[in-house]
Protein backbone atom coordinates (compact mmCIF):
# COMPACT_ATOMS: atom_id res chain seq x y z
CA UNK A 1 0.00 0.00 0.00
CA UNK A 2 1.12 3.82 -0.92
CA UNK A 3 -0.12 6.43 0.84
CA UNK A 4 0.24 9.60 -2.05
CA UNK A 5 0.24 12.31 0.59
CA UNK A 6 3.72 13.49 -0.20
CA UNK A 7 4.15 13.32 -4.06
CA UNK A 8 4.58 16.87 -4.16
CA UNK A 9 8.06 16.28 -2.42
CA UNK A 10 8.55 12.75 -4.11
CA UNK A 11 7.10 12.49 -7.18
CA UNK A 12 8.73 9.42 -8.47
CA UNK A 13 5.55 7.48 -5.61
CA UNK A 14 3.27 8.24 -8.04
CA UNK A 15 5.53 6.15 -10.54
CA UNK A 16 6.07 3.55 -8.37
CA UNK A 17 2.24 3.49 -7.25
CA UNK A 18 1.57 2.79 -10.83
CA UNK A 19 4.23 0.30 -11.49
CA UNK A 20 3.08 -2.10 -8.26
CA UNK A 21 -0.47 -1.74 -9.60
CA UNK A 22 1.07 -3.23 -13.52
CA UNK A 23 4.22 -5.70 -11.30
CA UNK A 24 2.69 -6.56 -7.80
CA UNK A 25 6.04 -8.90 -7.80
CA UNK A 26 7.84 -6.09 -7.75
CA UNK A 27 11.13 -6.41 -4.96
CA UNK A 28 13.14 -3.47 -3.75
CA UNK A 29 15.85 -3.92 -6.33
CA UNK A 30 13.13 -4.07 -8.73
CA UNK A 31 11.87 -0.28 -6.85
CA UNK A 32 15.33 0.43 -7.21
CA UNK A 33 15.88 -0.31 -10.87
CA UNK A 34 12.69 1.68 -11.75
CA UNK A 35 14.12 4.93 -9.78
CA UNK A 36 17.79 4.53 -11.74
CA UNK A 37 16.56 4.38 -15.46
CA UNK A 38 13.67 6.92 -14.70
CA UNK A 39 15.69 9.27 -13.56
CA UNK A 40 19.65 8.11 -14.47
CA UNK A 41 18.38 7.07 -18.28
CA UNK A 42 19.71 3.89 -20.28
CA UNK A 43 23.39 5.54 -21.06
CA UNK A 44 25.31 3.36 -18.71
CA UNK A 45 24.49 0.60 -20.27
CA UNK A 46 26.38 1.37 -23.78
CA UNK A 47 29.33 0.86 -24.18
CA UNK A 48 29.68 0.67 -27.77
CA UNK A 49 26.88 1.39 -30.50
CA UNK A 50 28.05 -1.60 -32.18
CA UNK A 51 27.69 -3.87 -29.01
CA UNK A 52 23.77 -1.90 -28.18
CA UNK A 53 22.61 -3.88 -31.73
CA UNK A 54 24.08 -6.69 -31.89
CA UNK A 55 22.55 -7.40 -28.11
CA UNK A 56 19.63 -5.60 -28.72
CA UNK A 57 19.46 -7.93 -32.01
CA UNK A 58 20.28 -10.81 -29.65
CA UNK A 59 17.78 -10.09 -27.28
CA UNK A 60 14.95 -9.68 -29.78
CA UNK A 61 15.23 -12.70 -32.04
CA UNK A 62 13.84 -15.22 -29.81
CA UNK A 63 11.02 -13.23 -28.15
CA UNK A 64 7.81 -14.12 -29.20
CA UNK A 65 5.38 -10.96 -30.27
CA UNK A 66 2.84 -9.93 -27.71
CA UNK A 67 0.33 -8.14 -29.69
CA UNK A 68 -2.19 -7.55 -26.52
CA UNK A 69 0.85 -6.49 -24.38
CA UNK A 70 1.49 -2.47 -23.56
CA UNK A 71 4.28 -0.76 -26.00
CA UNK A 72 5.00 1.89 -23.99
CA UNK A 73 5.65 2.60 -20.49
CA UNK A 74 6.19 5.85 -18.57
CA UNK A 75 9.32 5.69 -15.78
CA UNK A 76 9.28 9.14 -15.27
CA UNK A 77 6.78 11.43 -12.95
CA UNK A 78 6.87 13.82 -16.00
CA UNK A 79 6.72 11.06 -18.78
CA UNK A 80 9.48 11.94 -20.92
CA UNK A 81 10.90 8.41 -20.58
CA UNK A 82 9.31 5.47 -21.51
CA UNK A 83 10.20 1.55 -21.07
CA UNK A 84 9.72 -0.09 -24.86
CA UNK A 85 8.65 -3.52 -24.08
CA UNK A 86 10.03 -5.42 -26.87
CA UNK A 87 7.34 -8.45 -27.28
CA UNK A 88 4.85 -6.00 -28.12
CA UNK A 89 7.10 -4.12 -30.45
CA UNK A 90 7.85 -7.47 -32.16
CA UNK A 91 4.18 -8.02 -33.19
CA UNK A 92 4.36 -4.51 -34.95
CA UNK A 93 5.21 -4.60 -38.72
CA UNK A 94 8.23 -3.24 -38.13
CA UNK A 95 11.83 -4.46 -38.17
CA UNK A 96 13.91 -4.32 -34.37
CA UNK A 97 16.60 -1.87 -36.57
CA UNK A 98 14.23 1.01 -36.61
CA UNK A 99 14.43 1.45 -33.05
CA UNK A 100 17.91 1.52 -32.71
CA UNK A 101 18.50 5.20 -33.62
CA UNK A 102 15.67 6.41 -31.16
CA UNK A 103 17.24 3.90 -28.64
CA UNK A 104 20.92 5.30 -29.09
CA UNK A 105 19.85 9.03 -29.03
CA UNK A 106 17.75 8.62 -26.13
CA UNK A 107 20.63 7.13 -24.51
CA UNK A 108 22.88 10.37 -25.58
CA UNK A 109 20.41 12.98 -24.41
CA UNK A 110 19.05 11.67 -21.18
CA UNK A 111 22.07 11.74 -19.12
CA UNK A 112 21.40 11.12 -15.01
CA UNK A 113 22.35 12.60 -12.37
CA UNK A 114 24.05 10.44 -9.37
CA UNK A 115 23.05 13.09 -7.19
CA UNK A 116 19.24 13.32 -7.86
CA UNK A 117 19.16 9.61 -7.85
CA UNK A 118 20.25 8.74 -4.82
CA UNK A 119 18.29 11.79 -3.07
CA UNK A 120 15.41 10.14 -4.99
CA UNK A 121 16.33 6.37 -3.72
CA UNK A 122 16.65 8.33 0.30
CA UNK A 123 12.92 9.52 -0.22
CA UNK A 124 11.96 6.39 -1.25
CA UNK A 125 13.57 4.92 1.70
CA UNK A 126 12.20 7.75 4.20
CA UNK A 127 8.90 7.05 2.99
CA UNK A 128 8.82 3.06 3.88
CA UNK A 129 10.24 3.79 7.33
CA UNK A 130 7.64 6.62 7.41
CA UNK A 131 4.91 4.20 6.43
CA UNK A 132 3.93 5.93 3.18
CA UNK A 133 4.98 3.04 1.21
CA UNK A 134 3.65 -0.09 3.50
CA UNK A 135 4.71 -3.03 0.44
CA UNK A 136 8.42 -3.38 1.15
CA UNK A 137 10.00 -4.15 4.78
CA UNK A 138 11.91 -1.65 6.51
CA UNK A 139 14.62 -3.71 7.30
CA UNK A 140 14.78 -5.34 3.82
CA UNK A 141 14.77 -1.82 2.42
CA UNK A 142 17.61 -1.18 4.77
CA UNK A 143 19.68 -4.20 3.82
CA UNK A 144 19.15 -3.44 0.00
CA UNK A 145 20.31 0.22 0.38
CA UNK A 146 23.23 -0.30 2.50
CA UNK A 147 24.49 -2.83 -0.11
CA UNK A 148 23.95 -0.51 -2.88
CA UNK A 149 25.50 2.49 -1.22
CA UNK A 150 29.08 -0.04 -0.62
CA UNK A 151 28.62 -0.94 -4.41
CA UNK A 152 28.40 3.27 -4.98
CA UNK A 153 24.97 3.20 -6.27
CA UNK A 154 25.22 1.04 -9.32
CA UNK A 155 22.70 -0.07 -11.90
CA UNK A 156 21.25 -3.48 -10.47
CA UNK A 157 19.75 -6.32 -12.73
CA UNK A 158 15.90 -7.09 -11.81
CA UNK A 159 14.96 -9.80 -9.06
CA UNK A 160 14.94 -12.94 -9.75
CA UNK A 161 10.43 -13.04 -8.72
CA UNK A 162 10.17 -10.23 -11.15
CA UNK A 163 12.04 -11.74 -14.20
CA UNK A 164 10.86 -15.25 -13.59
CA UNK A 165 7.21 -13.56 -13.29
CA UNK A 166 7.20 -10.91 -16.10
CA UNK A 167 10.46 -11.75 -18.16
CA UNK A 168 11.17 -8.30 -18.71
CA UNK A 169 12.08 -7.65 -22.34
CA UNK A 170 12.65 -3.75 -22.85
CA UNK A 171 14.63 -0.89 -23.93
CA UNK A 172 14.09 2.83 -22.88
CA UNK A 173 13.06 5.18 -25.57
CA UNK A 174 12.06 9.39 -25.18
CA UNK A 175 8.49 10.04 -25.11
CA UNK A 176 9.30 12.11 -28.00
CA UNK A 177 11.24 10.03 -30.22
CA UNK A 178 8.62 7.70 -29.45
CA UNK A 179 6.16 9.80 -31.24
CA UNK A 180 8.63 10.69 -34.03
CA UNK A 181 9.37 6.78 -34.93
CA UNK A 182 5.30 6.48 -35.05
CA UNK A 183 4.70 4.48 -31.65
CA UNK A 184 2.50 7.06 -30.06
CA UNK A 185 3.02 9.73 -27.97
CA UNK A 186 1.85 8.31 -24.76
CA UNK A 187 1.83 4.60 -23.35
CA UNK A 188 0.61 3.24 -19.71
CA UNK A 189 1.33 6.38 -17.97
Request: proline share 6%; aromatic share 12%.
Amino acid sequence: MILLNSTTHFPMLTTLQQHLAWYPFMEPRDVYKLFYQGIMGSEYLITSSQGFIDYLSEEFEPLQPDPTGQLLESIRPNQSLFRINLRPYKALPQPVDLLVPALLETARVFLGNLGAFRAAWMNFVLACEKGQVRRFDVGEINRFTAWVDGSGFLAVHHSEAYSLEYQPAYRLISAHLAAQAGLGSVGRA
